[in-house]
């Protein structure tokens, strides 16, 4: 059955740092999704992306948060200077159509020290 | 604001009890409701799924789920959980006519069967 792939498993960071969280959507899925879910707290939606454009962001998924495609399977995201409270749970997700069911990867969990 | 509400943060059971969840949303328009289990060290599963017709839908392993569109309700059920049913829930909402697939989910209740 196919399904959503994401590395690292777990990633510990220092505050300040880069880091990518990297993912492999189904292949033959267009639509293309980040969440996050703090510890204790609801799962709550980052991006989505479609046809290499961002088609909704949420607050936020400010100026320190980017998504890519950089080829055609993998969907990453980088936080470009990570601060405590971006310690989360982080889920990628993908769907044929928006209107689809959205499958979801493992996660990554980032810790930022 | 849109959101969805569950009422439940830890629900406690033993085997072959009734399981019923609560999932209320906000939500203007029509909308795709979603019900979503993560067991233990797994990803997000869809368990099952709404978006038009019968409200009563039927998904995987014994669950089923009704939509009621004058409570904005979604509740979950099942009539006897077992053990492997130890899990985290989430209830979900899209907009119906979404075209960015963005999804809002509950807080998530933890369902703790004991053998």
């Known amino acids: 059955e196919p399904e959503v792939t994401q590395t690292p498993s777990h990633q510990v960071t220092q505050m300040g740092q880069e880091v990518i969280l990297r993912c492999v959507p189904i292949?033959?899925?267009?639509?293309f999704y980040w969440y996050r879910q703090i510890l204790g707290q609801k799962v709550e939606f980052l991006v989505s992306?479609?046809?290499?454009?961002?088609?909704?962001k949420s607050e936020i998924f400010d100026d320190q948060f980017s998504v890519e495609r950089p080829d055609g399977s993998n969907f990453t995201l980088k936080i470009r200077s990570t601060k405590l409270e971006d310690s989360a749970m982080y889920f990628c997700a993908s769907s044929v159509q928006p209107n689809t069911e959205a499958f979801f990867g493992q996660g990554t969990r980032l810790t930022v020290v | 604001a849109q959101s969805v509400s569950q009422h439940n943060h830890h629900v406690i059971l033993s085997e072959a009890a009734s399981l019923e969840l609560g999932c209320n949303y906000s939500y203007g328009g029509t909308v795709n409701l979603f019900w979503y289990v993560q067991y233990p060290g797994q990803h997000l599963q869809l368990l099952l799924k709404?978006?038009?017709?019968?409200?009563l839908v039927k998904g995987i392993k014994g669950f089923e789920a009704e939509f009621i569109k004058s409570k904005f309700s979604f509740n979950l059920r099942k009539p006897s959980v077992q053990w492997s049913d130890t899990a985290e829930y989430f209830c979900a909402v899209k907009g119906g006519s979404s075209n960015t697939g963005k999804l809002i989910f509950g807080q998530g209740t933890t369902l703790q069967v004991k053998p």
């Open positions: 709404y978006f038009s017709g019968d409200p």
């Open positions: 292949s033959n899925h267009l639509y």
């Open positions: 992306f479609y046809n290499n454009e961002i088609s909704e």
